[in-house]
């Protein structure tokens, strides 16, 4: 990895990814699901299994260290400062001692930090929700009223209540939405993390 970046200066990081996995066939699925899920989510790509093990220039270390967020997501990290990242293959041998503290349940919280961390989609999911969920109850609305008042209903209030807890019930949701994309934007707000992040600087003093 060092020899690599001492004989490309473009190149600011070099990770390595696992061509093959030793795992079984379940938690294989999981994983590439996981990986497909954050990918269309979030606003940053992360290559299929990578390692968080690196190597990288100052300059991204520097800017690691800027992101003052608490639950770091560390390979959602690496994708979002943003550098040119080189990655090699590798094959994970199997261990000779000890065994993994990387179970299921710990793998499941730590993808679910990662979309969280990385992703304010799941909150506009109420926004749409609610919206499509208005729209049907005012068509539905009209159809209720139109049958009230061509065909008939035979149970006594039965079309206002059906009116009113559709019509309730949609702008419940569209107002959880309408919150929900506030909330995002407080999230993304308290992690601070920076406008933009500054690879090099030309003609300028120390």
Not at 1 to 29: C, I, T, W
Not at 98 to 111: D, H, S
Request: aromatic letters at 12%.
């Amino acid at each position: 990895m060092v020899a690599y970046l001492d004989e490309n200066p473009d190149f600011d990081m070099v990770a390595a990814y696992q061509d093959r996995r030793g795992e079984g066939k379940v938690l294989s699925f999981f994983k590439k699901a996981f990986y497909s899920i954050i990918n269309k989510l979030s606003d940053v790509n992360l290559q299929k299994d990578a390692s968080d093990f690196r190597t990288f220039r100052r300059g991204v270390a520097e800017s690691i260290l800027s992101l003052g967020e608490y639950h770091r997501f560390s390979k959602g990290i690496f994708a979002w400062v943003g550098y040119k990242t080189h990655f090699i293959p590798y094959t994970a041998c199997e261990r000779t001692a000890g065994t993994t503290k990387w179970g299921f349940r710990k793998l499941v919280n730590y993808a679910i930090d990662g979309i969280i961390g990385f992703s304010t989609r799941p909150l506009r999911l109420a926004t749409y929700l609610g919206s499509m969920t208005a729209v049907a109850a005012l068509i539905y609305l009209l159809i209720v009223v139109l049958q009230k008042l061509i065909v008939g209903i035979d149970v006594p209030g039965y079309a206002t209540i059906i009116v009113l807890i559709l019509l309730l019930g949609g702008m419940q949701l569209l107002c959880i939405g309408i919150i929900g994309e506030y909330v995002g934007r407080t999230f993304e707000q308290s992690k601070k993390r920076p406008i933009y992040l500054t690879k090099e600087k030309l003609g300028c003093d120390e």
